[in-house]
């Protein structure tokens, strides 16, 4: 199946290379599919180059040359804007397959200028970090297309461990999320829980170990608490600036539908000083340096890394 569809499908497009884009056509390459990608940034357009993609002029020439793309963005202007290019492109009908996290408002102006053009959008946002991206190892909350989405099962397969089709359009929003409030929750508490072991007189590494073998671990916590053993922050897998703008979404949702959530709202306090300490450009694991800070934990040298 993933034979025929690589030769039927043709070229498959992505734009929007950066941390998960990248690592969605990194894995399309090395699975032998043909990519086109496009990225305002040119850094990383010469990056894909160099592993084997073709490099579209702009967005509106990725939808010229491929019938199935991907688009993954870091805010609503971007959405906007890369869909407008799609619409004038004056292209036969497009599979569009959306895989950030917008407002449900958002996505719904995208897919109804994509449809009014002839296409097809779907709500594909993914549950996974970037490191995790890189092995492959996300889940895809697909929605928007039953038929579409069997369809590309091969295409998700390339570079994801699981996809689900949650049915109508913006369900893969809603289940994303869900998913987004435990990691932000867990995220903030993994560190708590680290200054406390540390400010305890406990090895970093050695409260690790333990709790990964123990009832307090999570998925959240083996991927960030390495970092923090490190005090290491700089090769980010999710920027807190860039995870700033999933907390609001996420927080806005939960509002309009009237969802109390005291632990999200604890957490977002702690997102917000990192941010404003000077650690956007960090991974959220970050947070660790700030309640190290708030509880006056200094490491000693032998244990402290540049962040």
């Known amino acids: 199946m993933a034979a025929r569809l690589k030769r039927d499908a043709g070229a498959i497009g992505i734009v929007g290379l950066g941390i998960m884009g990248g690592a969605f056509a990194q894995n399309l390459l090395a699975a032998g599919w043909r990519v086109i990608g496009y990225d305002i940034a040119p850094a990383r357009r010469r990056a894909l180059a160099r592993l084997g993609a073709e490099i579209a002029a702009d967005a509106g020439d990725v939808a010229r040359k491929a019938r199935n793309i991907i688009i993954s963005l870091p805010n609503p202007e971007a959405l906007a804007a890369t869909v407008a290019a799609m619409a004038k492109a004056g292209v036969p009908r497009r599979v569009v397959i959306e895989a950030s996290t917008f407002t449900l408002e958002d996505k719904a102006k995208a897919e109804a200028a994509l449809r009014k053009a002839g296409h097809v959008l779907l709500d594909c946002p993914v549950s996974g970090t970037g490191s995790q991206a890189k092995v492959k190892d996300l889940v895809i909350y697909a929605s928007g297309g039953a038929a579409e989405i069997k369809r590309l099962r091969p295409l998700f397969a390339a570079f994801s461990r699981a996809v689900h089709d949650l049915g109508a359009f913006g369900n893969g929003s809603r289940m994303k999320y ?130």
């Open 178 to 307: 869900v998913a987004n409030l435990l990691v932000a929750i867990h995220n903030v508490a993994s560190a708590e829980a680290m200054v406390l072991g540390m400010k305890a007189g406990l090895p970093p590494q050695l409260i690790y170990d333990l709790i990964k073998a123990g009832a307090g671990n999570s998925r959240v916590f083996e991927l960030r608490a390495p970092m923090m053993v490190k005090d290491s922050y700089r090769d980010a897998t999710m920027k807190i600036s860039v995870w700033q703008k999933d907390m609001d979404v996420i927080g806005s949702y939960a509002r309009k539908i009237r969802v109390p959530t005291p632990m999200f709202n604890a957490s977002k306090a702690v997102y917000r000083k990192a941010l404003a300490s000077g650690h956007g450009a960090e991974d959220t694991a970050a947070v660790c340096a700030v309640l190290e800070k708030m509880a006056g934990v200094k490491r000693g040298r032998k244990a402290r890394r540049k962040r």
